[in-house]
Each structure stands twice: as C-alpha cells, then as structure tokens.
C-alpha cells in the first residue's frame, strides 16, 4: 500500500511570503504528527492530529505556524509571512492507532522549505 | 528542544564490521524507538523498545535499553555500504503526552 506522501517536495519562499504544506498519511491512520528538521539536527515535534482533532500544538513555533486536518485525513501546515529561521525540512507522519508517541510512526519524505 | 543525545555523532566504518551507536535521554519514558534516515529522505522505523524490555533483536538490528542509566544502543551487525544513513533514537514518553522527542542523530558511513 502507499505511505505516507507530501507535497510539495521542495518549496522556494520569499520572505513575507505565506506557504501551505499538504500530507497524505496513510489510509485509515488515526494519529498524524507534523515535524520541523533543520539542517544536521533531529526532527523536532511541532503538532499533533487525532483524527480531525488537534490534541497538542505545544512544538509550534509560533502564531504564524497553523495546522489542520478538517475530515481527519489529509492535513496541511501552513506558515504566513515565511522568515529565513522557518527555513528547514517539514516531516508528515502518521500511526494507525490513537496512542500519539507509543506506536510506530510512519514518515513521509519532507517537503524542503528555503525561505530566501 | 532535543531530548536525547547520539554518540558518536560520526562513525566511519568498512563493510563487514560492526557498528554501536548509543543514545542517552533525560527524563521517563514509555518506549524508546530507532530511525534510519537516508540523504535528503524521510525517516525509516527500525525498531521500537518498551519501558520494561531490556533487548530486542530485528534482523541485524539489536537494541538494548537501560532505563536506570536512560539509555539505550543500536548495534548492526556485518555492516552494507546501503546501511549508510544517519540513525535517530526517539523517545515516547510516559503518560498522555503525544510527542516523540529525537536525538540529535549519528551519521554513519559504511565503506567498501
């Protein structure tokens, strides 16, 4: 079956500019997690679906970063007025049951943001 | 914030050998888990450990976890040039917090 996609891949911003970045997760997953990664670090948490249910925004970095998932499938990160510092790669990823961080999570490839 | 920290952060090694990464967290968890990341892709699941395991072996992967000590090392055995990656612990914490928190990561490189 397919995995986990998103689009764009690779996305090139003008600061000010507003991004929006799509997930597919796979079909019938409950949990949907979005991650930040900068260049030579670890993923970092940035928010987390259950179902169409935001249940913690907590790694946001800020009232810029919005995140949705309005019937409980595809989800979208948008970031308004993009700044240099969002520059990074965005990982979707999901997990079949509703136990956020105590199953296996499944990624997709990242889009690659560049905000110049 | 990075909750775990790799070490080493770098390993270079030939086909055949094998190869220990470590990785040591900070607070109690429920289970501790291990990704493989390729340049420039996404993360692979390798392996996941609970709280109350100690080993687990998947393949040439073995993982043991330490809680007392908080940590936890990934051993591949007989190393490929295609287990060239960077390796992420990640840990699930305990209680109803949702997030897995990752380490900062060790980039090996297998060499022919």
């Known amino acids: 079956g397919a995995g986990v996609s998103q689009s764009p891949r690779y996305k090139v911003a003008k600061r000010g500019q507003d991004v929006a970045l799509r997930c597919d997760p796979i079909?019938?997953?409950?949990?949907l997690f979005w991650y930040q990664q900068a260049l030579g670090q670890g993923p970092e948490f940035l928010t987390y679906?259950?179902?169409?249910?935001?249940?913690?925004k907590s790694g946001l970095p800020s009232d810029r970063f919005f995140a949705e998932r309005p019937e409980g499938s595809v989800s979208t990160l948008k970031i308004q007025r993009t700044q240099q510092e969002d520059s990074a790669v965005y990982l979707c990823a999901s997990s079949l049951m509703a136990s956020g961080a105590k199953e296996t999570q499944y990624f997709g490839p990242g889009t690659r943001l560049l905000v110049l | 914030s990075q909750q775990g920290e790799e070490d080493p952060q770098a390993l270079s090694i030939q086909e055949g050998e094998n190869a220990t990464m470590n990785c040591s967290y900070k607070?109690?968890?429920?289970?501790l888990q291990w990704y493989r990341q390729n340049s420039g892709r996404g993360l692979v699941h390798l392996i996941l450990?609970?709280?109350?395991?100690r080993e687990k072996h998947s393949g040439r992967l073995r993982v043991t976890l330490d809680t007392s000590k908080k940590s936890s090392s990934l051993l591949i055995t007989a190393s490929r040039a295609a287990d060239t990656a960077s390796y992420f612990c990640?840990?699930?914490?305990?209680?109803?917090?949702?997030?897995?928190?990752f380490g900062t990561g060790t980039r090996l490189q297998v060499t022919l």
């Open positions: 607070t109690s968890i429920n289970n």
């Open positions: 450990i609970r709280s109350n395991e």
């Open positions: 079909s019938g997953h409950v949990s």
């Open positions: 679906f259950q179902n169409e249910a935001q249940l913690d």
């Open positions: 990640a840990t699930g914490p305990s209680g109803t917090a949702s997030k897995l928190t």
